[in-house]
T-cell receptor, first 113, second 110 residues
C-alpha cells in the first residue's frame, strides 16, 4: 500500500517557468490537501478538495492552481514561478469524515532561482 | 487574526520532565483537533486527535480540549530525547478545511 505519493522529490525552477507537482493516493480518500512549508514555519493550506471535481482555496492560493478529475490524483500547478514560491510542498489525504487522520506524502522541495 | 496560534518556542525541557504544548484557535465552530509531530526533513505524523471537551490519554501523551476557551494542549510525560521535534496543532474547520498552526519546537535535553 503506497499511501500518498508525491513527485518529484526535488526540483529547481527558474523564475517565470511553470511546473506541476503530482500527488496520488491509493486509499480511496475523498479529501485531499496541498500545503507549503517555509523554513522553520508551519504548514499553510494552499488548496483542498472534498471530492472529484470539487476544489476550494485555502490560506495562500495565489500563484497556484489545482484540479481534481479523479479521486486518486490532485496535481498542483505553479504558473510563472517566483522566488517566494521556494518551499517544501506537502500533499495529504484523508477519508470523508472530520475526525480522521490526514496522511502525508514525502514532500517536494522546490527552489526557484 | 490568525486561525490557529502556537508559541513557536523552542521549548526546552530536561529528560524525564513533562512538556506542555499549547494551541489556540479562532473559530468556535471547530469540532476536531489534531496534534502532529514532525521531525526535521520529514513529513508530519499524527500523534493524537480530540473532539470532546476534557482529556484524552494515549501512553505518554495527553491531549486536553477546552472549547469554551478555544484552546487545545498536548502534554508529554517522561519526555525523551527522541521527542525532540516540531509539534503542529491542526484544527478542522467547516467543510473539512484542515488548518495548521506554525508549530512549536520541542527540545528534550539529556
Amino acid at each position: 500500500n503506497a499511501g500518498v505519493t508525491q513527485t518529484p522529490k526535488f526540483r529547481i525552477l527558474k523564475i517565470g517557468q511553470s511546473m506541476t507537482l503530482q500527488c496520488t493516493q491509493d486509499m480511496n480518500h475523498n479529501y485531499m490537501y496541498w500545503y507549503r512549508q517555509d523554513p522553520g514555519m508551519g504548514l499553510k493550506l494552499i488548496y483542498y478538495s472534498v471530492g472529484a471535481g470539487i476544489t476550494d482555496k485555502g490560506e495562500v492560493p495565489n500563484g497556484y492552481n489545482v484540479s481534481r478529475s479523479t479521486t486518486e490524483d490532485f496535481p498542483l500547478r505553479l504558473e510563472l514561478a517566483a522566488p517566494s514560491q521556494t518551499s517544501v510542498y506537502f500533499c495529504a489525504s484523508r477519508t470523508g469524515t472530520e475526525n480522521t487522520e490526514a496522511f502525508f506524502g514525502q514532500g517536494t522541495r522546490l527552489t526557484v532561482v | 487574526q490568525k486561525e490557529v496560534e502556537q508559541n513557536s518556542g523552542p521549548l526546552s525541557v530536561p529528560e524525564g520532565a513533562i512538556a506542555s504544548l499549547n494551541c489556540t484557535y479562532s473559530d468556535r465552530g471547530s469540532q476536531s483537533f489534531f496534534w502532529y509531530r514532525q521531525y526535521s526533513g520529514k513529513s508530519p505524523e499524527l500523534i493524537m486527535f480530540i473532539y470532546s471537551n476534557g482529556d484524552k490519554e494515549d501512553g505518554r501523551f495527553t491531549a486536553q480540549l477546552n472549547k469554551a476557551s478555544q484552546y487545545v494542549s498536548l502534554l508529554i510525560r517522561d519526555s525523551q530525547p527522541s521527542d525532540s521535534a516540531t509539534y503542529l496543532c491542526a484544527v478542522n474547520w467547516y467543510g473539512n478545511k484542515l488548518v495548521f498552526g506554525a508549530g512549536t519546537i520541542l527540545r528534550v535535553k539529556s
